[in-house]
C-alpha cells in the first residue's frame, strides 16, 4: 500500500497595486512599497505572493520580475473572492494594509513565529500615523496573517470590496489572537504608512541615514563615501549601472596607482590610491542600501583587501634598493593594518586605519623625504597603535 502524500502548507503574502487609471506607488530608495512589502513577506517565510490590483501596471510587472527573481510563486487577482481557490485550508496568508512600509523586526518575528495573528498598537497613535482604528484602545497596525480555512467567509461579502480591510474585519470576527506593538515603534520610520509621493520623500533621507548607520568620526573616508550617496538621494538608487560606474572608477584609480608606482611616480601612486578609498566606500555603501533592510553583503567588504595590495604594490615599488629591503617596510605597514582592522579601537586611533588617510599622509611625506622613510614612519604609528591597545 503507498504511503499517503503529505503536502506542506503554503504561507502567502496579499499585496495591494494599484488599479488601472490609478499612477505608480511611492518608493523609498527606488523600490515601490510594493516591493518593500514583498522584501518583508520573504523574510516572513512567505513562498507565494498574491498582488491585487492592476497586474499589467509598472509596479505589477516590476513586483512580477523581483518575486520571480527570488524563487516566489507569483499570482495576480482582481477580487478578493479568488483567493480560496487559490490557498488551501491549511495554508496561511499574510495581509498587509497598502502603503505600509514594513520593516520592524519586532513585526517580523511576530509574524514568522508559528501560528497566526494580528498586529495592534494603541488607538491614539495608531490612528495619527494613518492605521485604522478598531475601537477606542486598538487600532490595526497594518499586517497579520489568517488561516485559510477562514477565506471562504469572502464569498458573502460584495465581490468588489477591498480585500485587505474585509480580512481584517474576518480576523476580529473569527477571534484571531493578538499581538500588541509598542507605540513607539512607529516613530522611528520601520513601520509608517506612505501615502503619497511627498511623503515618500520625506522619509527617504531618514531612512537612508537610518541603514547606513553611525559612522566613527575617525573613519574619514567611510564618512566621505556615506556622504556621497547621502547627497546623491535616491538618484543613484534609481540609476542601474551606479554601482558598476563606482566599482569601475575605483578600479581605474587602484589601477592608476599602481602604474604610477610602475613609472617611477609613487607621489602620485599613493594619491591615487587615498582618492580610491572613498569611492570603494560609497560602492559598499551603495550596495548595503540596495539590499537593506533583511540582505547583508558578506563578501564584497573584502573588496578593500584591494586596497591593501595596491599599498603594498606601489610601497615595494617606491624603495629603489635590494628586493629585501625594499619589501620589509611596507609588508610591515600591511600586516600592521591588517591587526589593527582585528581589534576594536577607540575613535583618536581610528584614522590610523583609514586607508586613505593611510595613503594620503605617505604621499605628502614622500614630497618631502624618500618615500622608504615615509612609509617606515607610518607604519612605525600603526604598529605603535597595535603596541598600545590592550589584549582581550
Known sequence: MDAPVEFLAMRAALISLP????????????????????MFAREAGCDCIIAHGGGASQDGIALRHAA??????????????????????????????????????????????????????????????????????????GALTMPGRWLGKLADLPEDIAPHGALLRIALQQRLPEARLADSMLDDGRWTLIASDDAASAVASDWQRSHLGEVAPGAVSRWLGNALVRAAGTRMLDTPYARPALLLLCAILLGGGVAAGLFERPVLGFFLIALSVPVLEAFLALSRLLVAPFGRIRRLPWLRMGIDAALLAVGIMAIDSLFHRSIFPPVVLVASLFLLDRRTVPEWLEPLRDRMLIAGVIGLLALFITPELAIMLVGLLVLAANIMLPRR
Not at 488599479?19 to 516591493?35: F, R, T, V, Y
Not at 496568508?93 to 495573528?117: H, I, N
Not at 500615523?129 to 484602545?137: P, Q, V
Open 68 to 141: 520571480e527573481k527570488l524563487g516566489l510563486k507569483f499570482q495576480v487577482i482582481t477580487s478578493g473572492h479568488a483567493l480560496p481557490g487559490i490557498i488551501g485550508d491549511a495554508d496561511s496568508l499574510m495581509v498587509l494594509q497598502p502603503g505600509l512600509l514594513p520593516e520592524s523586526p519586532t513585526a517580523l518575528d511576530l509574524l514568522r513565529a508559528e501560528g497566526d495573528r494580528i498586529l495592534m498598537v494603541s488607538a491614539g497613535p495608531g490612528a495619527s500615523a494613518g492605521l485604522e482604528r478598531i475601537d477606542l484602545d486598538r487600532a490595526w497596525a
Open 19 to 38: 488599479q488601472p487609471g490609478e499612477g505608480d506607488l511611492p518608493s523609498i530608495a527606488g523600490k515601490s512599497l510594493a516591493q518593500r512589502q514583498l
